[in-house]
């Protein structure tokens, strides 16, 4: 399971399709359709300052994807900062 304070448990979750994942879906679209950014380029400017996390991992290249890979119990976590958190879960 996930590592860090608290359990996913409660956190806003928004799906995506199996086929977003293996494509490989950026990370700063993954971040604005969570609702955690209000865009892709606020994202970016995020991974600059060390500011996001997949599965509580951060994220340092503005070119990074989740994919399948990424999969935890069939689902993502993402992090920005200490406080705001979402789960990226497959539907599809």
């Known amino acids: 399971a996930f590592t860090?304070?608290?359990s996913t448990q409660g956190l806003p979750a928004f799906g995506v399709t199996r086929g977003e994942l293996d494509a490989g879906l950026r990370v700063a679209a993954a971040f604005e359709r969570a609702g955690l950014v209000a865009s892709r380029g606020e994202a970016k400017r995020h991974i600059a300052a060390g500011a996001l996390r997949v599965n509580d991992r951060p994220v340092t290249e503005e070119t990074a994807t989740i994919t399948a890979a990424d999969l935890v119990d069939g689902a993502v976590k993402l992090s920005l900062g200490k406080k705001k958190?979402?789960?990226?879960?497959?539907?599809?």
């Open 85 to 92: 958190h979402a789960l990226l879960r497959v539907g599809g």
């Open 4 to 6: 860090g304070a608290g």
